[in-house]
Structures are given as structure tokens and as C-alpha cells.
């Protein structure tokens, strides 16, 4: 996947969580991304990729923009 | 005749002292000293994934001069695990930033100081590690 499509810096809904669940507001690079998870092909792989909760939820966030 | 008014007032530590006010009205009051003001605060924050978790949002703040962070983990984390804090400058409205300094890095606990390179920024803590990371508190301090 290039995450480049989606700019140079990304807004990420999912950046931070506090104790009592709320998500927190913030940014992640496309170069991040694709470095880490450039190698699969599509955004169900990079769900299964990773234990991250946040980044989970923002993968399937990009599924509903793609 | 005397050329204003003398304002009698206290100084921080109690002591008694005067000010004038000029015959035009103006009073002149010398501020020494460092004064700094917490801008942002959280505790019990997980940090995501590859995030950077904006502490401050993007607005002109021509009252300081340096900004301070400070961020301290519940447990040691990883060396491999990479942390920083970021001031992130930009022009008008333009969403990328033009230029960062990096306020204190790769730590696992403590704060760093910089002199701002400019008055319209954000603040962030990014976390570039492929980990969660739980963080038990989270400070900004503004420094005017």
C-alpha cells in the first residue's frame, strides 16, 4: 500500500486515548505508515498486522474514505 | 507639585512599594524574573502507534518565548522505542509545518526547553515506535 494518496500528513482521529476511553486528536506521516506497513497489500492486512487498538481503528477509517 | 501619584502596593514577598502614575495617566510597572504558565496537562494517556497526539493546537501565541514539555512513562520502555516532543511551526494556514524543534527526545523521563522559532505553532508528543504506549503524565509549559 502507498499511504502517500492520502497526503504527507495524515489526521488520525485515533492519536492518544485517555482513562476513561475518549479518543484524542492528532497526526501521523505517510512515510511512518509506509514504512511500516507499506509491504502489505491491503487495509484488512495492516488490521491484522498490528495489535495497536488506535491504529486499528484508523485502518478501517481509511476503508470507508477508499 | 508633585508630577503624578504615588500608588502604594506589595510586592511578592509582602514588602511594601510604590508605583507613580504619570500626569498623563500612564502607571509603569517592571516585571523581573521567569513566568511560566501551564498551557496543557493529562494524565493516564495511551499514546498510539506511530501518532503524533497534539498537545497544543496551531494558533499564534505571542506571549512566550520558549516552550517546555515534560512527559514520564508508568514503566522503562524499550530502547528501541522512540519518543519526542515537537514544537511545529507553520505559515498562515498552510496544514503541513514548515520547520520543528524537537523539545526533548528519546527519554524516559524528563523535559526539555526551546527557545520558539517563531508564534504560530502546535505542540506534539509522537511516538514512532510500532507500540501503544501508556504515559502517565504529560506536561506544556509556556515561558514568557
Redesign the interface.
Known sequence: MDFSVYG??IH?P??????DGGW??????AD??ND?FGQYETLDECIQA??????KL?FEHLKTQQ | MAKGVPILGKDPLGKAKYANVTESGDLGVQLSGRIAERLYF?????????????LLPYSERLEFRKIAVGFYFYHSVPSEQKYRALVQHRVASV???NSEQIVVENIQRGAGIVELEGYIYSV?LQN?S???QPVRAIYVWGVR
Open positions: 504527507d500528513l488520525y485515533f492519536a492518544g486515548k485517555t482513562a484524542l486528536d492528532g497526526t501521523i506521516s511512518w505508515l511500516h498490528t495489535d495497536s487498538e488506535g491504529l484508523f | 493529562a494524565e493516564d494517556v495511551t499514546v498510539t502507534a506511530g501518532s503524533a497526539l497534539q496544514p503541513t509545518p506534539v514512532r510500532t507500540q501503544d
